[in-house]
């Protein structure tokens, strides 16, 4: 009997697989109907709980919802915010309004800080700056907050400054000792003879007047004026005998003062009293 044979497979005659497409796309690539978009998966888990996205809907519409929503957000910023050109004075000036400039100067409330009577706020500068404030667009608070910034700048630079004529003062009085208060009215006589009061006033009111540079050599140039008599310190302001008299007792009465202690200077101006006093 002959052998069966088995007829070869023909492989063409095997059922074809078919391949899947990816979940949620058909044979084109298009998405269907039944995926649901999980955008909110992508949210960050600090963000989950804001109650902003409980007002959109999931899947696709949902996700156009919210990019369309910062889309508007950032259209409506711009145009509220927008900085306008350079010479655009209307511009500005409605930038400035929205950004909550007063419609006046006098719209302004704010506080002149005397900080206990250690600041005197000049009325010029106290009415001119919120104009000035107004014209560079500032609202209330930033004008509040460089009141404060200038109150505080200038409680400092004074206290800079009463240290740094404390300072001055000591190393003076350190390099005349007992005769420190005579020179430096020796000083004050000259300064005022050749300016007046008006120049004893702008010493005065300047850190010049505790600087030791600027002292020691108003008190060699008064010194100097002194040898040629031209500089009465001792006697300035005395006008009669009796008290050029009461001058001299209180001088001997000073262990301190220089005249006790055979002082040059102080014996000359004790001279000039007695001239004073006795002829």
Do not use: C
């Not at 989950?48 to 899947?59: E, L, M, Q, V």
């Not at 505790?210 to 060699?220: E, G, I, L, N, S």
């Not at 220089?258 to 004790?270: H, R």
């Amino acid at each position: 009997m002959a052998e069966e044979t088995q007829a070869p497979v023909n492989e063409s005659t095997q059922p074809e697989e078919t391949a899947t497409p990816p979940v949620g796309q058909n044979e084109a690539g298009q998405q269907t109907e039944s995926t649901s978009l999980d955008w909110r998966s992508y949210i960050p888990e600090d963000m989950k709980s804001a109650p902003t996205w409980g007002k959109f809907k999931d899947g696709e519409d949902g996700l156009r919802s919210v990019l369309q929503s910062y889309r508007n957000l950032e259209q409506q910023a711009g145009s509220k915010y927008s900085v306008p050109e350079q010479g655009d004075h209307e511009g500005w000036q409605k930038l400035y309004n929205t950004l909550g400039r007063p419609e006046s100067s006098e719209g302004y409330e704010v506080q002149f800080h005397d900080l206990d009577g250690k600041i005197t706020w000049n009325e010029a500068y106290t009415e001119g700056l919120p104009k000035m404030a107004h014209a560079l667009g500032f609202n209330n608070r930033q004008l509040q907050g460089l009141i404060d910034w200038y109150s505080d700048t200038t409680m400092q630079a004074q206290a800079e400054l009463r240290k740094l004529n404390e300072d001055g003062l000591k190393e003076l009085r350190e390099t005349y000792g007992a005769a420190a208060d005579r020179k430096f009215a020796q000083a004050n006589a000259l300064l005022e003879k050749l300016g007046g009061e008006d120049l004893m006033t702008l010493i005065g009111q300047s850190p010049l007047a505790y600087d030791p540079t600027f002292v020691k050599a108003m008190v060699r140039v008064a010194e100097r004026f002194n040898e040629d008599e031209l500089v009465i310190t001792e006697a300035s302001g005395i006008t009669g005998k009796q008290e050029a008299i009461d001058k001299i007792k209180a001088i001997r009465n000073d262990p301190e003062h220089p005249y006790n202690k055979g002082d040059k200077d102080a014996l000359n101006e004790m001279t000039r009293l007695y001239e004073m006093a006795y002829n």
